[in-house]
């Protein structure tokens, strides 16, 4: 028989990073922008701010007209930013950066709003009025402390210095320079909103630090999800949005620290004062398992993997009867209570979900299998969607361990 010749396949560079990931970063910082600014600049108009932090020294600034050239072209550099980086770290670094400033400086304008003290004048020339009159529909005289224009340069700066060298680099120090003085010579903000600026851009900087975003991403994006409930909660005076940012930082806080067991699970359900803390995240992750649940209700719920190993999902007493009456259950999932009938041969074993397990918690869970199987009885291991913790568990197990018979075999 003749052989089929062989595609031979280019590997990917290591390092590289897709389009789809450079658009998925600039998509999600520029919907956090376009939705959380404008809504700090409208709450700050409805309650007719005066409150202002002009210095002495700012009414000597002259105003300039043509530095309405530079102060617009800080949408282009956020914008380029995400295809310049070369690297999926410095990607996910300048992203989370860029959003971290963004929601707290958001958060500040939100809590303590005020307005540019000075009446600018009337710009004469036709391209300056003109991009003036495009920068007054997207800004307004407020969202001043501090300043996001200046923020975002410290940002750029630390993202694309060491992509260049030589006079590229000295270019773009200068080009950043510029347009950090633009926002106070087109009478955009006033000294005091630069130095803070300059304390955000520094700030997210050294919070987000290059070679640790992996790891800590699921409590970064928690972070976020809590800056976003405490805006909501100061913008429409919600209690329950107050209450909900609350507990998601101590979501994130639990994944920051790693502590797998934060939800308190014993015997497969939760005390009151889990519920009480973590209501909102247990919610979430409760609708989020019915929705997988309708999506795959043409799919069995559980599956062998080898004789007397079942994986899947959190069941429900219905679908626990197609276990073997004698399976020993081992959940991995902390979000979920388990069914009263997956409680009677049960073992909880917490491993924190998009995260990798630690070493321990990994020898344990597959001692606790061996142990079972040693014994003739077949066991299921299943997380809340049965997606990633109970398939890595399975997956180490059987390269670990032969396919074991066990008295229930399908």
């Not at 003749?2 to 658009?23: A, F, L």
């Not at 999600?28 to 959380?36: H, K």
């Not at 949408?75 to 380029?80: E, N, P, S, V």
């Not at 979501?251 to 004062?273: E, S």
Request: with cysteine; proline share 7%.
């Amino acid at each position: 028989m003749q052989q089929q010749p062989q595609v031979q396949r280019i590997p990917r560079q290591p390092g590289g990073v897709s389009m789809g990931q450079r658009w998925l970063h600039l998509a999600l910082n520029g919907l956090v922008f376009g939705i959380f600014y404008p809504l700090a600049n409208l709450l700050a108009h409805q309650q007719q701010t005066r409150r202002s932090l002009a210095l002495a020294w700012d009414g000597s600034i002259a105003f300039a007209a043509w530095m309405v050239v530079p102060y617009l072209t800080s949408g282009l550099i956020f914008t380029l930013v995400f295809f310049v980086v070369r690297t999926p770290e410095q990607l996910r670094v300048v992203s989370r950066r860029l959003l971290l400033a963004t929601i707290a400086g958001c958060l500040v304008f939100v809590m303590a709003p005020a307005r540019f003290a000075l009446e600018r004048p009337t710009v004469t020339d036709a391209l300056p009025a003109a991009l003036f009159g495009w920068l007054h529909l997207v800004d307004q005289p407020y969202n001043q402390f501090p300043s996001l224009h200046v923020a975002y340069c410290v940002i750029f700066w630390c993202a694309l210095r060491p992509l260049c060298g030589g006079w590229a680099r000295a270019a773009l120090a200068a080009w950043l320079l510029l347009v950090g003085a633009s926002t106070v010579f087109t009478w955009q903000h006033h000294l005091l909103d630069v130095a803070g600026g300059i304390v955000l851009g520094v700030a997210a900087v050294a919070t987000i630090r290059s070679g640790a975003t992996r790891t800590n991403t699921v409590a970064f994006y928690y972070l976020i999800m809590a800056g976003l409930m405490l805006f909501g909660a100061l913008a429409l005076g919600s209690p329950l949005a107050a209450y909900a940012a609350a507990s998601l930082l101590l979501v994130a806080a639990a994944y920051r620290a790693r502590r797998a067991d934060f939800l308190v699970k014993r015997a497969g359900t939760h005390p009151a004062r889990t519920w009480l803390l973590f209501w909102p995240y247990l919610a979430g992750y409760r609708l989020t398992w019915m929705l997988v649940r309708l999506r795959e209700r043409r799919r069995p719920a559980c599956m062998p993997m080898a004789p007397g190993l079942w994986i899947g999902r959190r069941l429900t007493n219905t679908e626990a009867r197609r276990l073997p009456p004698d399976c020993h259950v081992i959940d991995l999932c902390a979000e979920l209570p388990a069914t009263a009938r997956l409680r009677a041969n049960y073992l909880h074993i917490p491993l924190m979900d998009l995260h990798a397990p630690r070493p321990g918690q990994l020898r344990a869970v597959l001692a606790a299998i061996a142990q079972q199987h040693a014994a003739g009885r077949p066991v299921y291991v299943h997380c809340a969607m049965g997606y990633s913790r109970s398939r890595l568990i399975a997956r180490l197990y059987l390269r670990k361990h032969p396919p074991c018979p066990s008295r229930s075999t399908s």
